[in-house]
Nanobody, 115 residues
Framework: QVQLVESGGGLVQAGGSLRLSCVVSGNMFNINVMGWYRQAPGKQREMVAQITRGGFPTYGDSVKGRFAISRDSVKNTEYLQMNSLKPEDTGVYYC?????????WGRGTQVTVSS
């Protein structure tokens, strides 16, 4: 089992920045990929960013150059730095962990970007 707890969401004006955190606990040794997904009202959940065990990141097209995913192995925390935020970045952001035994999700944190 893996537990994920997100934090750092909030209300920000367009052009601003936020940093999301995802604290990981439980059986972390089998995690192969960690990522951030988001879901806007009435839309499907989409991949924002993910990072492999080896540290290789990938990003959704809409956030390339603005968002950065990172991890702190000492703190067992994954981060999503979001810069130059746009109203279309609004949604609930979820942390995801993929292991050999299953996929785990956090409960999400709300990000709202005002124009």
């Amino acid at each position: 089992q893996v537990q994920l707890v997100e934090s750092g969401g909030g209300l920000v004006q367009a052009g601003g920045s936020l940093r999301l955190s995802c604290v990981v606990s439980g059986n972390m040794f089998n995690i192969n990929v960690m990522g951030w997904y988001r879901q806007a009202p009435g839309k499907q959940r989409e991949m924002v960013a993910q990072i492999t065990r080896g540290g290789f990141p990938t990003y959704g097209d809409s956030v390339k150059g603005r968002f950065a995913i990172s991890r702190d192995s000492v703190k067992n925390t994954e981060y999503l730095q979001m810069n130059s935020l746009k109203p279309e970045d609004t949604g609930v952001y979820y942390c995801k962990a993929v292991t050999g035994l299953g996929v785990y999700w956090g409960r999400g944190t709300q990000v709202t970007v005002s124009s």
